[in-house]
């Protein structure tokens, strides 16, 4: 099953899914072995590798040993660039920016990319990537040259979310940006969800279980966890055995 359909599946069988953000430059294997063996990690139904900017050079050596030690599960490249791209990986998020107006992130890079991702065996996954605006100017938002959305401002995220699924894309990924102070709020996944049928994906700066459960409940498909998994494991543990008991 490819990643696409078993998001869908998922969704349509009523079952959350959540996926965990990897950033290369702070991936150490024996960490995420640690992980990887508690009984709380089979939550996770998808490993992201990516961010909006990566420093070093271990993109490729971290999509290759998450490879290696979890050969069953999705692996998807969440880029920051038409740079950050492994063959090792399922599929890749094709995301453009539609909350912004930035020519090259709603198509410019892809143009470029596209013959190289036309040759690989990825999945591509055609995403409308919203930018929405959490507390403080995040990296995402200084790197991509964007607006973010106003967090208090649902229906605007709802009808660009509208617009991408009219486009033909195939899923919607709302975010705050990675370390937000604030994730996004409950009534603006309430309003998105409302708007679009494709599987929705909310991230950034969740930071807590009973956060990850409202964001559910409003009507997130997806939720994506990254820097909490680098700063507080029993929180993140705590998420994942709570999505792994009350979601599934
Ligand atoms: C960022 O949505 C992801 O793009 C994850 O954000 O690192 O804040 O969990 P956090």
């Not at 990643?3 to 959540?18: A, F, N, P, Q, W």
């Not at 660039?81 to 453009?96: R, V, W």
């Not at 040759?119 to 403080?136: D, F, V």
Request: charged content about 20%; overall charge neutral.
């Amino acid at each position: 099953m490819n990643v696409l359909e078993l998001i869908k599946t998922r969704k349509d069988s009523g079952k959350k899914t959540l996926a965990l953000l990897i950033d290369p430059d702070k991936y150490r294997e024996e960490d995420f072995l640690q992980l990887k063996n508690l009984a709380c990690f089979e939550a996770v139904d998808i490993l992201l590798v990516g961010g909006s900017l990566i420093v070093g050079a271990y993109f490729s050596q971290t999509v290759q040993s998450l490879k290696l030690h979890c050969p069953g599960l999705p692996l998807v490249i969440f880029p920051g660039s038409n740079m950050h791209l492994d063959a090792s990986a399922d599929g890749i998020l094709f995301l453009s920016l539609i909350s912004g107006r930035n020519p090259d992130l709603l198509i410019g890079q892809h143009v470029v990319v596209a013959p190289i991702l036309k040759k690989s065996q990825l999945e591509i996954l055609p995403t409308g990537y919203m930018l929405i605006e959490g507390g403080k100017q995040t990296t995402v938002s200084y790197i991509s040259n964007t607006t973010p959305i106003p967090a208090d401002k649902p229906e605007i995220a709802a009808c660009t979310a509208m617009a991408g699924e009219m486009l033909g894309l195939q899923m919607i990924y709302a975010d705050a940006g990675s370390g937000a102070q604030v994730p996004i709020t409950s009534k603006m996944v309430q309003f998105i969800r409302r708007a679009i049928q494709v599987p929705l994906w909310i991230g950034g700066g969740i930071r807590t279980p009973q956060k990850a459960l409202e964001l559910y409940k409003a009507g997130a498909d997806v939720l994506v966890l990254g820097n909490i998994g680098e700063e507080n494991r029993v929180t993140l543990e705590a998420i994942l055995a709570q999505k792994k008991k009350l979601v599934e």
